[in-house]
């Protein structure tokens, strides 16, 4: 596949509850891949929050598209973990959504773009169903339901699909099938789904691609922060709901829309500030006790911020 001078195609999904992702998602895509065109896939949607789309798109001079997928068509299929919603199995309606498509990248809305994402966009996907960053924590549970190692297992919110490989084998239909079996055996939904029918068949990318919001760093591609290109805020809280790792670079960038004036992140319970310095307290006490990783971890954390940081001064709207 010929990719020379195709702008990067990325794709996102989201209900009316990540709305402000999706913006920030895309304004971040837009600040360092300037060439790149935009498909959102959305859910119940109210008229305001595609009007503020729409003024994104026209401010910025970018190429939006966005593709209706209705609830009833995703209703029936399971949601096990808090965090997530229906709308995450948006992504298995892409290659049926987008039947002119060769190659997309596939992003979750609760991402930020940091750097250029050619690279990916550019990768070998020939034979590949797709290409994607290994999970820096993977449970285990989720990969022995699957019989596939942990160290093949896959994180799913950042993805580059080879749409003609799905459509010509079916496997969204596939997919789809498995998740709505009564017997499904999937504990981690789509994601699950998703690594099962890759099996073999992924491209591996920089961990750069896909670098977790904790207040440890798991991954090991640091020794180069500057390869750093997407921060995925994996878990409760969001940026926008709560105090998080690598927050306040979210909120810059939020703070540049001014179709998102007078945005202010939803306050955390107390519970959820007790819990999250509670994780911060054994990290910085398994450094004191001189474990070498919890050390090693931190001083990833601070030298990942360190570096990005810069990238995010507020100057003004973008």
């Given at each position: 596949m010929k990719l020379e001078g195709r702008a990067v195609h990325i794709v996102t999904a989201s209900d009316e509850n990540y709305v402000v992702g999706v913006m920030v998602l895309i304004a971040s895509v837009a600040r360092h891949n300037p060439q790149a065109r935009f498909t959102v896939l959305t859910t119940e949607w109210s008229p305001a929050s595609h009007a503020k789309l729409q003024q994104l798109r026209q401010r910025l001079g970018l190429q939006i598209e966005c593709i209706e997928i209705s609830a009833q068509s995703l209703r029936g299929l399971p949601i096990s973990r808090p965090h997530l919603t229906r709308t995450t199995y948006a992504r298995l309606f892409i290659p049926a959504m987008l039947p002119a498509a060769e190659r997309v990248i596939y992003m979750d809305c609760d991402m930020l773009v940091t750097g250029a994402l050619d690279q990916a966009w550019n990768c070998d996907l020939t034979g590949k169903v797709l290409a994607a960053v290994r999970c820096p924590t993977p449970t285990r549970s989720f990969a022995a339901a699957i019989d596939l190692s942990v160290e093949h297992y896959f994180n799913a919110?950042?993805?580059?699909?080879?749409?003609?490989?799905?459509r010509s084998e079916h496997l969204a239909e596939q997919c789809i099938t498995a998740l709505s079996a009564t017997d499904c055996r999937y504990l981690s939904q789509d994601e699950s789904a998703l690594n099962h029918i890759a099996r073999g068949r992924v491209q591996y990318l920089d961990a750069?691609?896909?670098?977790?919001?904790?207040?440890?760093?798991?991954?090991?591609?640091l020794s180069d922060p500057q390869a750093i290109r997407v921060i995925h805020y994996i878990t409760r809280p969001k940026p926008w709901n709560g105090n998080c790792p690598f927050g306040?670079?979210?909120?810059?960038?939020?703070?540049?829309?001014?179709?998102?004036?007078?945005?202010?992140?939803?306050?955390?319970?107390?519970?959820?500030?007790?819990?999250?310095?509670?994780?911060?307290?054994k990290a910085y006490m398994g450094q004191w006790v001189g474990k070498v990783q919890y050390?090693?971890?931190i001083e990833a954390h601070q030298l990942v911020h360190q570096v990005l940081a810069p990238r995010y001064v507020t100057t003004g709207h973008f």
């Amino acid at each position: 596949m010929k990719l020379e001078g195709r702008a990067v195609h990325i794709v996102t999904a989201s209900d009316e509850n990540y709305v402000v992702g999706v913006m920030v998602l895309i304004a971040s895509v837009a600040r360092h891949n300037p060439q790149a065109r935009f498909t959102v896939l959305t859910t119940e949607w109210s008229p305001a929050s595609h009007a503020k789309l729409q003024q994104l798109r026209q401010r910025l001079g970018l190429q939006i598209e966005c593709i209706e997928i209705s609830a009833q068509s995703l209703r029936g299929l399971p949601i096990s973990r808090p965090h997530l919603t229906r709308t995450t199995y948006a992504r298995l309606f892409i290659p049926a959504m987008l039947p002119a498509a060769e190659r997309v990248i596939y992003m979750d809305c609760d991402m930020l773009v940091t750097g250029a994402l050619d690279q990916a966009w550019n990768c070998d996907l020939t034979g590949k169903v797709l290409a994607a960053v290994r999970c820096p924590t993977p449970t285990r549970s989720f990969a022995a339901a699957i019989d596939l190692s942990v160290e093949h297992y896959f994180n799913a919110g950042f993805l580059v699909l080879n749409l003609d490989l799905w459509r010509s084998e079916h496997l969204a239909e596939q997919c789809i099938t498995a998740l709505s079996a009564t017997d499904c055996r999937y504990l981690s939904q789509d994601e699950s789904a998703l690594n099962h029918i890759a099996r073999g068949r992924v491209q591996y990318l920089d961990a750069g691609f896909n670098l977790y919001a904790l207040d440890r760093i798991w991954q090991s591609p640091l020794s180069d922060p500057q390869a750093i290109r997407v921060i995925h805020y994996i878990t409760r809280p969001k940026p926008w709901n709560g105090n998080c790792p690598f927050g306040n670079l979210w909120l810059q960038e939020v703070a540049r829309l001014p179709e998102m004036h007078g945005f202010r992140p939803e306050p955390q319970s107390l519970r959820a500030r007790l819990t999250r310095l509670n994780r911060i307290r054994k990290a910085y006490m398994g450094q004191w006790v001189g474990k070498v990783q919890y050390a090693r971890q931190i001083e990833a954390h601070q030298l990942v911020h360190q570096v990005l940081a810069p990238r995010y001064v507020t100057t003004g709207h973008f």
